[in-house]
């Protein structure tokens, strides 16, 4: 029988040095023999390169070195081609590494950042992204780094996903331009190469526009297609074009397949080796299917249990073998491969020590926002085999960052760290968030501060008419573009929520606008409206104008070297919170950017999250 302990209150096997001593697994390739699999994982804010070679065990490619690219938000940190690895390095330098014996090198001249790496057929040539903070573009060098990169486009505001075809003198890539994010609008070029070194020529545009994005192209291994993924309308295609005729077929529509670019690199299908079939993930109420289909357009659904998520698909060359990141909302992030209808894992994201019933397994729920729209969330009850609560739970209700983004049934350690305590978890995929249509996610354009807050409002609503949730000490919590949604909603709603936490979050819009990176440099146009015209709702919408309202108690964490949410706007309002003697938790933290990544933070910042829901919360 299990003893009766107050909510919050509950033993959990998660203790903050557990939570931090996870692994982020952000990307897994196999080589070009298909025998080596090779992934990045970070450890402590360092990211590592591990190859594993048929039945051997997993060593690390990298020791001293840090593999992180550092375009926009990252992403496209390698690429593994025939016994060797192209990575981009800490000082944003493309590095040589061969995969036996022997140290990287640099191939890149230290100046701006490289991302997505990309080897050509022959292995002679390395196409990658390359930016300077200020103006992006297309780079070409030898893979043994003896010439000077070469520009081979340019003139679009970004670009990522370059692909080679694997026999002709063929490139494709997508670009875009300011204002768009990449889900908003881009472009697919393709071009051919002249010339020693490669140049191209006659580029052309074969799909997307400003208001039709376009995501991962790829040659089929046989030279006859190239695939990409198109939304044109409420929902994604995946489209091959015969390159000799021209000719366009849909195989898959109706559902989501691509997710917000924002990062370089991502991938969420792959090419058979033969060129007959495509593996692909589909995003259906934020659970992952995996599926194949075959250019006919029949699809096949492959068993993908025990996992309900995965990411980072990649097919091996030389066989029906996949690699990806999998994980479940009760199973850590897992490198696996599945070949002949079998799961294999190669790498843990943690111990998994903790029995998958000892943890909490979310439930889809909705409820309708003011203007009817069915509003979707994840709903973490308190989990725990040896003790229970009495009453109903408090509940942190989060709000994810972006605000193009979603919360899916993967693993979710914040979900897991507080509803092994008793708590329940409410993860909100408010309108503006991906994978329930382009209507849904675009619900949020000039309405950014007020939808966002309605649904958060909405969904501490709903766990309290649902019963399952004290309505008295519910929490908002959320980072980065969650953390503005946060400081709204204890603005326009004093009262409503028992406390707040703000991680990293936007406070003044009109200095976000000024001083955040390239990447988002416009973003706000579309969410609140383009500046000077939108000067009254970028004042109406900044917390730091209204933060007088704030009554209820708000903790607040920030990254020191965080670029693009600067110090200086949660400085702003900790300045406010403190004139006006409200109750407050401000840390910041050193070397620290837009989100942890060292040890020592992430279990330093459980602890002081834990502390302030007891005092302010659990204890008021």
Known sequence: MRRVLPYGFWPSPLEPERMASLLRITDVQWDRSGRVLIWREERSGRGVLVAREGEGPPRDLTEIESVRARIGYGGGDFIAGDGLVIYVGEDGRLYRLPLAHGLPYPITPPFGNAASPTLSPDGRWVLYVHSDGETDLLALVDAEGRRWPQKVAEGADFYMQPAWHPTRPLIAWVEWDHPNMPWDGARLCLARLEGDPPRPSSPEVI??????????????????????ILTDGEWDALVVMDL???ARRILVEGTTLAP???VQGLRVYGWSPRGDRLFYR???????SLEVVDLEGRITRLDLHPYTWFEQLAVAPDREALAMIASSPVLPPRVVTWEDGRFRIHRFASAERIPPEALSFPQPIQWRAPDGTAVH??????ASPEVRGV???????????GPTSQRVMSYNADAQFFATRGFAYLEVNYRGSTGYGRSYRDALKGKWGLLDVEDAVGGARALAEQGLADPQRQVIIGGSAGGYTVLNALIRHPGFFRAGVCLFGVTNLFTLAAETHKFEAHYLDSLVGPLPEAAERYREWSPIFHADRIRDPVAIFQGEEDRVVPPSQAEAIVEVMRRRGVPHF???????????RRAETIARFYREVLEFLRQHVLFA
């Open 244 to 246: 000799e005729t021209g």
């Open 282 to 288: 589909r995003n259906e109420n934020a659970i992952a």
């Open 586 to 596: 401000y840390r910041l933290y050193p070397g620290e950017g837009h989100g942890w």
């Open 391 to 401: 009453g109903l739970p408090p509940a942190l209700i989060s709000i994810h960052g």
């Open 207 to 228: 799909a997307g526009d400003a208001t039709t994005p376009v995501f991962q192209p790829a040659f089929s291994p046989d030279g006859r297609f190239l695939s990409y």
């Open 260 to 262: 917000p670019a924002w």
């Open 377 to 382: 969330g994840l709903y973490y009850p308190p």
